[in-house]
T-cell receptor
Framework: ETGVTQSPTHLIKTRGQQVTLRCSSQSGHNTVSWYQQALGQGPQFIFQYYREEENGRGNFPPRFSGLQFPNYSSELNVNALELDDSALYLC??????????????FGEGSWLTVV | KQEVTQIPAALSVPEGENLVLNCSFTDSAIYNLQWFRQDPGKGLTSLLLIQSSQREQTSGRLNASLDKSSGRSTLYIAASQPGDSATYLCAAPDYGGSQGNLIFGKGTKLSVKP
């Protein structure tokens, strides 16, 4: 049990639709990151939020966007869904400034299927 | 840009065997490296975090080592059990240490046979 909770756990969307995934960080954690994991691959970094500001972004198009709220919970939004967006989306939180070297804790993920 | 490679991609061993999983990374300017476990259809569980100032980190039957100069880390599992069956991922920071920007290997899928 990492204390990081994600919702929904599974969902199916149609190509072209929009989706919002939610993450509740572990208590006291001010840094949240989102990752996409396709089948058989390692997770790929989407972006990170630190104290409600975006603090780093991976190689994902602008239709992937996010928010971090004052309570440090977070959302990942994906517009204009494509079939290749089908993946496990993982949220991770940590308590330290980026680079400080604290352990990162992951949630169980949200399985997104785009048909 | 950091690249992480894990070998082997899959490993099957009989119960009780000691085993080593390998991880290599291209950019040695890292502050730490982390090993994770992932069960099928689940999220990632952190196993060990090794700081760059350390050479080893131990937790129960697990021991992870870090050699920055050679760009390698190993995860040693002693006396393997069927419950150890999972995919093991290592992750190194990109750009010299941004904690949030982890680069993962593709993982080693471990199967421990009773």
């Amino acid at each position: 049990e990492t204390g990081v909770t994600q919702s929904p756990t599974h969902l199916i969307k149609t190509r072209g639709q929009q989706v919002t995934l939610r993450c509740s960080s572990q208590s006291g954690h001010n840094t949240v990151s989102w990752y996409q994991q396709a089948l058989g691959q390692g997770p790929q970094f989407i972006f990170q939020y630190y104290r409600e500001e975006e603090n780093g972004r991976g190689n994902f198009p602008p239709r992937f966007s996010g928010l971090q709220f004052p309570n440090y919970s977070s959302e990942l939004n994906v517009n204009a869904l494509e079939l290749d967006d089908s993946a496990l989306y993982l949220c991770a939180s940590s308590s330290a400034l980026p680079g400080a070297g604290n352990t990162i804790y992951f949630g169980e993920g949200s399985w997104l299927t785009v048909v | 840009k950091q690249e992480v490679t894990q070998i082997p991609a899959a490993l099957s061993v009989p119960e009780g065997e000691n085993l080593v999983l390998n991880c290599s990374f291209t950019d040695s300017a890292i502050y730490n490296l982390q090993w994770f476990r992932q069960d099928p259809g689940k999220g990632l569980t952190s196993l060990l975090l090794i700081q760059s100032s350390q050479r080893e980190q131990t937790s129960g039957r697990l021991n992870a080592s870090l050699d920055k100069s050679s760009g390698r880390s190993t995860l040693y599992i002693a006396a393997s059990q069927p419950g150890d069956s999972a995919t093991y991922l290592c992750a190194a920071p990109d750009y010299g240490g941004s904690q949030g920007n982890l680069i993962f290997g593709k993982g080693t899928k471990l199967s421990v046979k009773p």
